[in-house]
Nanobody
Framework: QVRLMESGGGSVQAGGSLRLSCEAS????????MGWFRQVPGKEREAVAA???????EYYGDSVRGRFTIAQDDAKMLYLQMHNLTPEDTGMYYC???????????????????????WGRGTQVTVSS
């Protein structure tokens, strides 16, 4: 069973950038949902960005589109490049992977957190104004 480990979180000022990394313990399989989610206390975990592994399809949440970029480097690494950060981006960021076949090749179908069966422990991002 794959395990995920996030890194790269930290504290930055508004307008800054961070790059999050997610390392899988084993090679992920193509055609699976993989993504980044964030959560703040008292709120539901929301999708930030997602891909279908091995496919050229990306999904971004409305609040991050144009500022964040998700990328899979190889079968073990997933990244989230974040630019122009705002205090509203503050939260715990989780990497997620679903070992089952994705419902389609469209990453928008990977946006629901209930789809995923594997989660990392998260990395905290704090953006100050």
């Amino acid at each position: 069973q794959v395990r995920l480990m996030e890194s790269g979180g930290g504290s930055v000022q508004a307008g800054g950038s961070l790059r999050l990394s997610c390392e899988a313990s084993i090679n992920t399989i193509g055609g699976r949902c993989m993504g980044w989610f964030r959560q703040v206390p008292g709120k539901e975990r929301e999708a930030v960005a997602a891909i279908v592994t091995g496919c050229h399809s990306e999904y971004y949440g409305d609040s991050v589109r144009g500022r964040f970029t998700i990328a899979q480097d190889d079968a073990k690494m997933l990244y989230l490049q974040m630019h122009n950060l705002t205090p509203e981006d503050t939260g715990m960021y989780y990497c997620a992977y679903d070992s089952r076949r994705a419902p389609s090749y469209a990453a928008i179908d990977c946006r629901h957190n209930s789809r995923y069966n594997t989660w990392g422990r998260g990395t905290q991002v704090t953006v100050s104004s």
